[in-house]
């Protein structure tokens, strides 16, 4: 089982792994050994509760894709059990972040002293660029 938060949790068998060579630097290692890890989760088939799915199928993020399927690719190190936690934390992260609801923003008018302020600083401005000018004969 992963955890989510206190009320959501995914079922291992709802994760599906794929190890595929990684790219980049690392001799004959790479060549040989499948030590990028590749996460694949079905959003749509999922256990997930509504209110996730729906913000992650909203979601702007290209690592969900058009069908509805979360692919997480990790080829960090070269070890394939540590590319697999690393992808896990991705994805748990990702998940998380839907389910997080952004306070609403109050929104407030400008004090008068800061009016006044801003208008002070705006002429103080002005008089020393008026300041540059040629004196005129």
Not at 15 to 32: D, T
Request: hydrophobic share 35%; with cysteine.
């Amino acid at each position: 089982m992963i955890t989510i938060s206190q009320r959501v949790e995914i079922q291992d068998s709802e994760i599906e792994w794929q190890f595929i060579r990684s790219s980049g630097a690392g001799g004959q290692n790479v060549n040989k050994v499948s030590t990028a890890a590749q996460l694949i989760f079905d959003i749509r088939a999922s256990s997930l509760p509504e209110f996730y799915k729906e913000r992650l199928l909203a979601k702007s993020d290209h690592r969900i894709t058009a069908s509805g399927k979360v692919i997480i690719k990790c080829q960090e190190t070269r070890s394939q059990l540590t590319n697999r936690e690393l992808a896990l934390e991705q994805f748990i992260e990702l998940v998380k972040s839907v389910g997080r609801v952004a306070k609403k923003r109050i929104a407030t008018k400008p004090t008068k002293a800061s009016k006044k302020r801003r208008i002070e600083s705006k002429k103080k401005r002005g008089d020393i660029k008026s300041l540059r000018k040629k004196p005129l004969d």
